[in-house]
């Protein structure tokens, strides 16, 4: 029995650990620094509003007669107000919540009644935050005026959330080529290799493949306000933005490194 104790304990030694001649605290005095992660902050250049997508047309620029292609933007009743204004002694940062759209009250909640109710905010059905580096030039229940903000020529960054096209192949969701239709081919609209093969033996995770394609939300930069029309209250941004007709958008000042962006 000692015998085949001494065997089972000598078969299962390289098990344990060895033991080296480092004391703890030496090994622990090599360790690496850690590092602190720094997480930046994502500022917006400006506070921003909330529209609504109309639709396209074409505005002839006055000054030349050439057609520009623009996205005209509305506001629904109940404009843009401040409900709440968050700073960095109270939520920990600084920033602005905007609502937008104005409903009948039995379409909210008793809690989103109150939160509204304490800005003297009327019912609200959408509410999004623009974080700022100040916040002193704004009140809770403040209007936003688009024309107060912003003026024709100015560059702003439109976000909204993209048509929805359902699942789609290769070619369409990612713009890959297909193969030949004639002299054989029996590879038309297909993907085609996927990987190698034992090695690495998998699919490498992002490779562009078929899938839901669209329904996301998208951000379009740097795109030139051409008109604000106060009367008709209605706004012409040049270029496509994404989304249908109805749909809402998000559009604050374009980030512009330099400008009112810090280049570091």
């Given at each position: ?26 090994a622990?005095g ?15 250049a ?11 047309m074409?505005y ?17 009743e ?21 609502g ?9 909640t008793?809690?989103?009644l109150?939160h509204?109710g ?46 929805g096209?359902?699942f ?23 993907l ?34 051409v ?20 749909n ?17």
């Amino acid at each position: 029995m000692a015998m085949a104790a001494a065997s089972i304990g000598g078969a299962l030694g390289f098990l344990a650990p060895r033991r080296r001649g480092v004391s703890f605290a030496a090994a622990v005095g090599r360790r690496r620094p850690s590092l602190a992660v720094v997480r930046a902050a994502s500022y917006e250049a400006g506070v921003g509003v909330m529209a609504t997508k109309v639709g396209m047309m074409t505005y002839f620029d006055p000054a030349n007669g050439k057609p520009v292609p623009v996205t005209v933007v509305g506001f629904r009743e109940g404009g843009n107000v401040v409900t709440q204004v968050k700073t960095a002694a109270t939520d920990g940062y600084d920033a602005v919540q905007v609502g937008y759209h104005g409903v009948r009250e039995d379409k909210l909640t008793r809690p989103e009644l109150g939160h509204l109710g304490k800005a003297s905010a009327p019912p609200l059905r959408h509410l999004q935050e623009f974080r700022l580096v100040a916040v002193d030039a704004f009140d809770p229940g403040q209007e936003l005026e688009f024309n107060e903000l912003f003026k024709e020529g100015d560059l702003v960054d439109v976000s909204a959330k993209s048509i929805g096209k359902g699942f789609q192949g290769g070619i369409k969701r990612h713009n890959f080529k297909r193969g030949l239709m004639t002299h054989g081919s029996k590879s038309h609209r297909a993907l085609g290799s996927i990987g190698a093969g034992t090695t690495p033996g998998r699919v490498y995770k992002g490779k562009k493949m078929p899938g839901r394609m669209g329904g996301t939300k998208t951000k379009i930069r740097k795109l030139k306000i051409v008109r604000i029309d106060n009367d008709l209250k209605v706004v012409m941004i040049k270029g496509a933005i994404p989304g249908k007709q109805g749909n809402l958008l998000r559009i604050t000042p374009a980030k512009i490194v330099g400008k009112n962006i810090p280049k570091s």
